[in-house]
């Protein structure tokens, strides 16, 4: 089936320094991918939705300077959390929706997330 | 724009018995609703989802969901609860535009031996 391939799972990183977390479709390609972050014991929260070859729509209250989300093919979207801080530290999982099938009940795939801790 | 509440964000039963994840939705169009679950730092799993055919939803590992319009209710059922159904329930509804899903709370769901 297909699979969303979320890379690293885990990374720690000092206090002002950047992490780039690549998403990537393995077996479709995906017009659009979704970006989320989930703290802990909480629901997933819509950060921005990532079109290939056009900038990121990001949610209302997220900084898209500090999250900077590149798209830059059919089969990779990137998030790059810059000048990390503590309050960063979360759970951030990236979906993707195979473009062979549109419309909003075309299956969306879920990585498996990565664990950002900014000490 | 369309949203979901999960009630009751922790839920336990016994070994064996009926499951029942509440979700209900708020949408001023026919909804795609869809159910997840989450192992502990895992993504996310597709259970089953609602796409305005049958209101009889039947998913993986024995769940099942039921679209009830008049009650704006998609509540997950499992008849027998096991134990590797431990894991957080996720009810979501998506939104016309771009399609990203809007998530419920989320609902822990303990089974007990």
């Known amino acids: 089936g297909a699979v969303v391939s979320q890379h690293p799972s885990r990374v720690i990183c000092k206090s002002g320094t950047s992490v780039k977390i690549e998403c990537r479709s393995l077996?479709?390609?995906?017009?659009?991918m979704f970006w989320y972050r989930q703290f802990p014991k909480q629901s997933l929260m819509l950060m921005a939705t990532?079109?290939?070859?056009?900038?990121?729509?990001?949610e209302q209250g997220v900084e898209k300077d500090k999250f900077l989300i590149n798209h830059a093919s059919l089969t990779l979207s990137t998030l790059t959390v810059t000048s990390a801080h503590p309050e960063d530290s979360s759970f951030y999982i990236c979906?993707?929706?195979?473009?062979?099938?549109?419309?909003?009940?075309?299956?969306?795939?879920f990585g498996n997330g990565t664990r950002l801790t900014v000490t | 724009a369309q949203s979901v509440t999960q009630l009751g964000s922790h839920v336990s039963v016994s070994e064996g018995a009926l499951v029942l994840l509440r979700c209900n939705y708020s949408s001023s169009v026919p909804p795609y609703l869809f159910w997840y679950v989450q192992y502990p730092n895992q993504g996310l799993q597709l259970l089953l989802k609602y796409t305005s055919a049958a209101t009889l939803v039947k998913g993986i590992n024995g769940f099942e969901a039921e679209f009830k319009k008049s009650e704006t209710s998609f509540h997950l059922t499992k008849p027998s609860a096991h134990m590797s159904d431990a894991a957080e329930y996720f009810c979501a509804v998506s939104e016309d535009s771009g399609y990203a899903l809007n998530f419920g709370k989320g609902t822990s769901l303990l089974v007990t031996p």
């Open positions: 990532s079109n290939e070859g056009s900038k990121a729509t990001y």
């Open positions: 979906s993707a929706r195979d473009r062979s099938l549109g419309g909003p009940v075309g299956p969306l795939h």
């Open positions: 077996d479709f390609q995906a017009t659009t």
